[in-house]
């Protein structure tokens, strides 16, 4: 009998016979153990528990503590459960594929009578709990492309037929079937899966709601009824999801930008955002607050063109990889009455509207002799840039096609990378703080395509590495975590993800270092030697664009913005028209104090003013009535508290001048 050696985690090597499951091993070392165990890493490679061992291997034990692993398993088949269910109550009803997603699943249906519709998904999801129930085994297969063809035609799954006929000839191919005998019910699929349906718990998941999908995504092709569902590993993740969602949908900013008056957006500009007043006093609070973090910081603010040659996207390389994400124009229109005339005679006469802004800076950069002794050189830029981003991609302030970046490029030399990479990390932590985030460090590594040697990239990402452990944030408490294939294609980044009020997490700052850019585009800067030298490029990024991470902080705060960022930051209200005098001059005195104040002098009864300015998210009434206008008082209410607290004029206009202040001020 062939032996082949296991080393498990603890280093430990057990020598087993082949054929041996990862479940044998469990039940070998503890019943807990067995009954824990829901799936392996063989090598690194997520398998079922009780798939074979066929050589000598790394083992490590997946159980439901190893949450990302278990939850994908989980979710995986949950969707396997709910073609199945879908096909027992709908005889006739195509299967093609269903996934996993970041939260859930779904899987696409091609129904025989007509579309599914939310009124279907209380039935399905009973009839998922009984599969769950039965406790069917999930039993891998594997078949031959011929094998397969013929099943999904003999069982007049079109769909599934078409994609197994354009499998690779003589490769073998997995399916998992559930339960046994003819009747089981199986699909293509690599798998891994739980042993069994019944390792799913029926009580979290939720089906949330149907949309169309085409075969494939292209929409010459038949339109499918893909049914989504959100899965975990127990009630009480699903319950606290189900919350999140419930509190999402209260602090969209969509729905909070329109009551608080910010910002909207309509069909005559797809992606383009129309500020507001209001809206628009955030960003300039927000643009301030940054220039002062970035003056500090020994930045150079820039301005660069919003339109450039097509040859200089050309030479930047981004031509050639972004150029369907790129509004391109012709540089001149001929005077033709040809309709049917080109518009231009070659790709010279081209021009793009930027969707970026580094390519500016280093012809910034490229003005004039650089010396070593200048560097590093910080520009930076609020940079609008313009993305064509497809209309169903669009989604309020956080997809847009028209957008300003707080961006900056960093030119320095070899020795001063880390430094440099080192400094931008706390200054990231400052302002991330200042907004009350906590947030994870990651570090997203070299993809398949990209640019430049494999000595550069080893190079950058080691000194990412680097300045991230001397800031002191490459450890757990900064969610540290490196990315494979996750880099840009001219360079690996180090990106910033926020965690927000109820837990959802937004990817918003990074940083890359890249030298290839400056290479392609001929930057250099005379050395200590006298030679000409590549700079090398640090691209980065706080709030990443500044649309986004409003939409980000209105829905942080629920629109309840900390004061110094509030539009309005308090009304004075009037309880009888006798105290208008006295409410404009408390305006006046808090103008004068540098807040933003609007009066409220209505006939309308102050509980109606309450509620009112309450829903627009004021964080500060100031109720003055006949008494207060006598005493020289007002009553404070602050925004989410029940309680009035009267204080002298004076001493209001000291306490809200204190509480407005910027955090970097403060």
């Not at 066929?54 to 969707?79: C, P």
């Not at 993809?447 to 080893?458: L, M, V």
């Not at 028209?577 to 409220?600: F, H, I, N």
Request: aromatic share 8%.
């Amino acid at each position: 009998m062939e032996m082949l050696s296991i080393t498990l985690p603890d280093g430990s090597v057990r020598e087993v016979a082949r054929g041996t499951t990862p479940a044998d091993i469990a039940a070998a070392i503890g019943p807990g153990l067995a009954k824990a165990a829901i799936a392996a890493r063989v090598d690194g490679e997520l398998r079922d528990i009780g798939r074979p061992l066929e050589a000598n291997a790394s083992l490590a034990l997946v159980t439901n503590r190893d949450e990302n692993d278990a939850l994908e398993l989980a979710r995986h088949d949950y969707a396997h459960v709910l073609a199945e269910a879908v096909q027992n109550l709908f005889p006739g009803t195509q299967i093609t594929f269903g996934p996993a997603t970041d939260d859930g699943f779904y899987y696409d249906f091609a129904p025989k009578d007509r579309p599914f519709t939310e009124e279907d998904l209380p039935a399905i999801e009973a009839e998922m709990r009984r599969i769950i129930a039965k406790d069917e085994p999930l039993i891998r297969e594997v078949w031959s492309r011929q094998q397969l063809i013929d099943r999904w035609q003999k069982q007049g799954e079109t769909f599934k037929a078409e994609w197994a006929a354009e499998l690779p000839e003589g490769e073998e191919l997995t399916v998992y079937r559930a339960g046994k005998g003819e009747d089981a019910w199986l699909d293509m699929c690599r798998g891994p899966h739980l042993a069994s349906t019944g390792k799913l718990d029926p009580n979290a998941f939720k089906l949330t709601r149907v949309s169309g999908a085409y075969w494939r995504g292209d929409q010459n092709n038949a339109m499918l009824s893909r049914i989504y569902g959100t899965g975990w590993l127990n009630k009480k993740q699903l319950d606290e999801h189900l919350f999140r969602l419930e509190e999402a949908a209260k602090r969209d900013h969509r729905k909070l930008g329109q009551e608080m008056d910010l910002f909207h957006l309509q069909q005559e500009a797809h992606g383009s955002v129309f500020w507001h007043p209001k809206g628009y006093l955030i960003w300039r609070e927000l643009e301030a607050y940054m220039r002062r973090a970035i003056d500090a910081a020994g930045y150079r603010e820039v301005k660069t063109p919003q339109v450039m040659d097509a040859r200089q996207w050309e030479a930047s390389g981004h031509w050639g990889k972004y150029r369907e994400n790129m509004f391109v124009i012709p540089d001149e229109v001929p005077n033709t009455d040809d309709d049917d005339a080109p518009l231009v005679s070659g790709k010279g006469d081209w021009m793009a509207l930027k969707p970026m802004n580094c390519p500016a800076h280093v012809l910034i950069f490229r003005q004039g002799i650089k010396s070593y002794r200048d560097l590093p050189l910080r520009f930076y830029e609020n940079g609008c840039c313009h993305r064509n981003e497809p209309h169903g991609a669009l989604h309020g302030l956080m997809r847009v096609r028209q957008f300003t970046q707080d961006d900056a490029h960093i030119f320095c030399r070899e020795d001063q990378i880390v430094e440099e990479a080192r400094a931008f990390c706390e200054l990231a932590d400052r302002i991330y703080k200042h907004f009350g985030f906590t947030y994870a460090v990651k570090l997203a590594l070299r993809p398949d395509k990209r640019f430049g040697s494999e000595a550069d990239w080893d190079k950058a990402e080691a000194e990412l590495r680097e300045a991230v452990e001397r800031a002191g944030m490459a450890n757990d408490e900064y969610g540290w975590e490196e990315l494979p294939g996750e880099g840009a294609f001219y360079a690996p980044k180090l990106e910033w993800h926020l965690t927000d009020a109820i837990g959802r997490t937004w990817q918003v700052g990074t940083l890359q270092s890249d030298r290839v850019l400056p290479e392609r585009l001929d930057a250099s800067y005379v050395g200590e030697d006298g030679e000409r030298h590549r700079p090398v490029m640090l691209h980065r990024a706080i709030f990443g664009s500044y649309e986004r991470f409003l939409g980000i902080l209105i829905e942080h705060y629920a629109g309840k913005l900390p004061m110094w960022l509030a539009p309005v930051q308090a009304v004075v209200a009037t309880i009888v028209s006798d105290a208008d005098g006295y409410a404009e001059k408390v305006a006046t005195e808090l103008r004068k104090a540098g807040l933003r104040v609007e009066t409220d002098l209505r006939n309308e009864k102050i509980n109606y003013k309450v509620r009112e300015h309450s829903l627009a998210k004021v964080p500060n009434l100031l109720v003055v009535g006949k008494r207060e206008a006598d005493e020289g008082t007002v009553a404070l209410r602050q925004l989410g508290s029940d309680r009035q607290q009267i204080v002298g004029l004076a001493e209001l206009v000291e306490q809200l001048k204190t509480a407005a202040l910027p955090p970097d001020l403060a």
